[in-house]
C-alpha cells in the first residue's frame, strides 16, 4: 500500500511558477517510480512527466518541455513538479501517480493516485 499526498497548487498569472510537491509514505514508498499527470474538465487524465525510481531518467509530454522539471527527493520519499512559463493551457487538476514498474507513462501504468490539486493559470 502507498499513500500520495500532493500540495503546492493554486492560482497564477500566465508566466509564473508553481512547485508541485508529492509526499509518499507506505511500506514500500521507496521502491516506486512516481509521476505526475493532469486531467482538464471534460479530458482525460494525461501524462505529464515522470521519474524512474532511481532518478536517473526522466520523462515529459511534448507540451511541457522545457518548462517543467520532474525531481525526487528518496530520503524525503517526494517528487517535485517545478513548473515554470505557465500557460492557461497547462490549467487542469494535477495527480501525482506511482507504480512498481520502472517507469509510469500511461495511466493503465498507475498503481497508486494521490488526491490531485488544482493549477490554475490565469491570462
Known amino acids: 500500500q502507498v499513500q500520495l499526498v500532493e500540495s503546492g497548487g493554486g492560482l497564477v498569472q500566465a508566466g509564473g511558477s508553481l512547485r508541485l510537491s508529492c509526499a509518499a509514505s507506505?511500506?514500500?514508498?521507496?521502491?516506486?517510480?512516481m509521476g505526475w499527470f493532469l486531467q482538464a474538465p471534460g479530458k482525460e487524465r494525461e501524462f505529464v512527466a515522470s521519474?524512474?525510481?532511481?532518478?536517473?531518467?526522466?520523462y515529459y509530454a511534448d507540451s511541457v518541455k522545457g518548462r517543467f522539471t520532474i525531481s525526487r527527493d528518496n530520503a524525503k520519499n517526494t517528487v517535485y513538479l517545478q513548473m515554470n512559463s505557465l500557460k492557461p493551457e497547462d490549467t487542469a487538476v494535477y495527480y501525482c501517480?506511482?507504480?512498481?514498474?520502472?517507469?509510469?507513462?500511461?495511466?493503465?501504468?498507475?498503481?497508486?493516485w494521490g488526491q490531485g490539486t488544482q493549477v490554475t493559470v490565469s491570462s
Open positions: 507506505g511500506r514500500t514508498s521507496s521502491n516506486v517510480a
Open positions: 521519474i524512474t525510481r532511481s532518478a536517473d531518467s526522466t
Open positions: 501517480a506511482a507504480t512498481f514498474r520502472s517507469i509510469v507513462t500511461r495511466v493503465q501504468d498507475v498503481g497508486y
